[in-house]
């Protein structure tokens, strides 16, 4: 029942996304990556950086009291992401984020704010919808699915497809990295200077070991991947 992970007591809520998704043996690291994975990738679609990471990350996180519960996971953090150019991206938790979002995100540039989440939009730019968001200066044109991204995997795994169309592989596994490079930052206690070129660190060698793939336990194995 443990699957591919270590063998663990039993306990009736480990058949359940919650808590799991909040221990580090079926979920490295937790909501950190949860959260990362549902508006990291947004902020990397709007600051156009799709095909990129950050190079350099530093942050903090506090997590449960060791053998209080069944979670180990970060319960909160305040990571900083800085991309080759020098901009800078700010990933926080609810309860400690300055802006006061509840599950969303903001753009800062030099003529004010933006801001989307599960409420819905703000800005300090007036106008903004009559200006920046006209036909032609969208970024570009954003897919559309019926049925959403579920749809569109069914869709792409019957018709054959090479990619979906609402996420690309190397866009999402490049969101997906910011999110993990981030927790190793908060594990190692310091700055992590990462090559995203190579997918290695270029200042603690021994932060390279957190970018391993777990090993496969209990009969289970992995040995074909093909795009």
Not at 16 to 25: H, R
Not at 44 to 66: A, I, M, N, W
Request: net charge positive; charged share 20%; glycine share 10%.
């Amino acid at each position: 029942w443990c699957g591919p992970c270590a063998i663990t007591p039993y306990h009736h809520k480990k058949l359940s996304i919650w808590p799991t998704e909040l221990m580090s043996a079926y979920s490295p690291n937790g909501m950190f990556q949860c959260w990362g994975c549902h508006y990291l990738d947004l902020a990397q679609f709007g600051l156009r950086r799709e095909d990129e990471t950050p190079v350099s990350v530093e942050g903090f996180g506090t997590f449960p009291y060791p053998g209080s519960g069944l979670t180990d996971t970060a319960v909160s953090w305040d990571v900083t992401y800085t991309y080759k150019d020098g901009l800078r991206l700010h990933f926080v938790e609810n309860d400690t984020n300055k802006f006061g979002l509840v599950h969303g995100f903001r753009f800062v540039g030099t003529k004010g704010w933006s801001q989307g989440e599960d409420r819905g939009f703000k800005t300090s730019i007036p106008n903004i919808a009559k200006t920046a968001l006209k036909p032609g200066k969208m970024p570009k044109q954003l897919p559309y699915v019926k049925g959403g991204v579920i749809a569109d995997f069914v869709e792409t795994v019957r018709a054959g497809r090479r990619e979906c169309v609402l996420t690309q592989p190397e866009r999402a596994w490049h969101s997906d990295l910011v999110a993990q490079i981030g927790m190793h930052a908060i594990k190692r206690g310091h700055r992590l200077d990462f090559d995203w070129t190579t997918c290695r660190y270029t200042n603690d060698p021994d932060a390279n070991a957190l970018l391993a793939t777990r090993p496969y336990l209990n009969g289970w194995s992995l040995n074909d991947v093909r795009v």
